[in-house]
């Protein structure tokens, strides 16, 4: 059963979570001075309606006409009820999921890419550097890009680099240059492969690179695909939409689910649920699922903490795992990042959302039943979600309840099919952090700048 | 602008072309007799049910719910108008295409592989044994097996084996076995493999060896992925769903482009358009798309040939190339099938459609463009409907006329991105046949037994 709006019926504005929020998240800080970053800080990387956008406290923020002519290429997305899937499960509660597939990237990546380079064309930037972990955030942006005329440099963590051949080429069909990180082209990059000429990278790695360039050139910004206020903000027509789809059938979440790596396809999802819960709206329990190996939510620090490896970016007030934590190399490349969004970290510490932190293998047997059974591949972040969408469902058939579960689909797995193969022939492995490790890079998470914050 | 239809208006039958043709095609004849197959010669294949099917002249055969309820995880399809192209290409036309990419195997074959799965389960089958070229096929039958718990062995052809390493694993992903075709499996296989151990296959050895697979064991049977009548006719849904979808937005089709390999994509998207033109609807001219390197309909003999290398299938009326032929290794590898499916080349012979062949650079540089402005990754396939549809918008441009191009874009190319990396890199090659090379292959085609017949 599939629930399709109108392109008329998509949303108009973005939601802006904060105005409903009772306790607003900390300010970022510069990285140098440590105190509260101004726009100026901020503008050698994003156009100022970015920034604006960033610290808004505003309800609504309209979507330029634009950008929603660009997403009526693939937006709305369908919700769609997973009746075969239920069927193989043998549950009694109903599974829903909003496909975020069908876009240019194959994820949820494009609805905050479009939004950014317009924003970028409209204050006449040239360029747009960035990081990709799996490569689902730089395909959408090379998408993104190529319609505004904007040059497009990515640079891609170097395990997903080699792993995924055919995400290079995605976004060199696009028009994108794709760079391997770390690569010797920034000072990060450099430092890191002084030290390990072997490593397999990280998103915080990358960052710092991509930082690193846009810097250097007025004409160049950054874009980030997660974390930020503003990215989380762009992905809230996922749940919009959503909300509306479940009107037109009667039904309303119980539960909704969403891997979270940055926190922008989990906010996405959930914040329009969460905002009409705050505002006096039906309850609805979120649950961000993270991987095991890369647990921020459920064993990190709350604190300040760099968004990047060199400490580049400003610190945010989040959950980390510290910023040199370097994940096991998971199929999951899109959740291999060291923070959550400080929006959703602020969710987590007030009781408004759930974490749940899930090995790959579990992940991959749910993954795998979903595609036999409903014919799409999700992709091995999406699996998370689908793990934990088997645990609720088992939950409620044990209790003897019914619940209506909502998760995000975020993205195919058509570039993540080596990773199946591994799953198939048994050689996908789960990873056990020991505490040690975790305490080790965990000390660099400030909570002392918490007060100062 | 997409229009999408409601799965309550997906087509409760088949539309079977042959009903309203004065022409009809002449019948197959067995590979040794050389008369006319009766149902007996071909259930060691196939299920009666199909075999009705092939031979039937009613107009509309119903679509069994089972089916129906599957192929709603991926029907009805949207129709789409493609605004950014036109603007791109700045053509005074409308180009609509259907979208077939988003069903699990991303082309329109899942539409014949559930039904054909359903009829082989409803038989009592156990195992379906096929080939497959670019892997299309072979994925969407693998997605069918799947769904109603039959085994399913997949030859592929190794060109595409090799080149395309995720089209196997989404194959094993959704249960099959897969061999890369020539194998040593089959005495087909061998005896191809003594002539030219580095053979890259074909899609008439791939046949051979499944034919020969199916044949050994009752409980074992074969599918064909194009080509039949059956095949053609469950794809009908395509034009019928296109031609509702049409009537909702006030238009119609002047011009109807699809790529031709055996036949099925083509005869989905135009057979229920032509039928209304053949029972005095409105006119319209549909034209078959074939790559410069495999062109039978432009270039090849009309007369009886094997559809396979080793002359185990009936002889069919058609437009080959001979089944000798080998076409180049191009990367279109559902195009490189040396006939065109009887129905279709009845059509050709009588003036009822045209035919095309396009080099495959003209194909991808339109393929391109058309994933830069729309954000689709076309397969190699459907980028010669592409380059079709490029040279009719221009044509009408040049005239003067402003024209209503229906296309069928059968499916993604996010397992061919070897292809675009491929162009993008300069080194996509076309391939310049010899007429003499050419008339050596088609003197396998028998113009005599079309008096027989």
Known sequence: MKIYLDSREMPSHFYNIVADLTNRPLPPLHPQTKKPVGPADLTPLFPMELILQEVSTA???????????????????????????EKALGT?????????????????????????????????????VTETGAGQWGTALSFACAQFGLECEVFMVKGSYDQKPYRRSIMQTFGATVHSSPSNLTQAGLEVLREDP??????????????????????????????????????TVIGQEAMLQFEKVNEYPDIIIAPLGGGSNFAGV??????????????????????ASCPKLTRGVFGYDFGDKSGYTPMLPMYSLGHDFIPPGIHAGGLR?????????QLLKDGLIEASAIQQIECFEAGLLFAKTEGIIPAPEANHALAQVVREAKQADEEGKEKTILFNLCGHGHFDMSAYTDFIQGKLVDHELEQELLSKYAASVSTDLLNQG
């Open 270 to 291: 959930s914040f329009p649920f969460i905002g009409e819960m705050l505002r006096g709206g039906k309850s609805v329990r979120s649950i961000a699922v993270e991987p």
């Open 337 to 345: 990042y060291h923070g959550a969004s400080a929006l959703c970290s």
């Open 198 to 235: 072997d490593s397999l990278g990280s998103l915080g790695i990358a960052i710092s690179e991509a930082v690193e360039v846009a810097v250097q050139d007025p004409s160049t910004h950054y874009a980030l695909g997660s974390v930020l206020n503003h990215v989380l903000l762009h992905q």
């Open 92 to 128: 009694r509660s109903k599974i829903f999921f909003k496909y975020e597939g069908g876009s240019p990237s194959g994820s949820h990546k494009a609805n905050t890419a479009v939004a950014q380079a317009y924003y970028n064309k409209q204050e006449g930037v040239k360029k747009i």
């Open 59 to 85: 309800r609504k923020i309209p979507i330029p006409e634009t950008v929603r002519e660009i997403y009526s290429l693939f937006r709305p997305s369908p919700l769609v009820r997973a009746l075969r899937f």
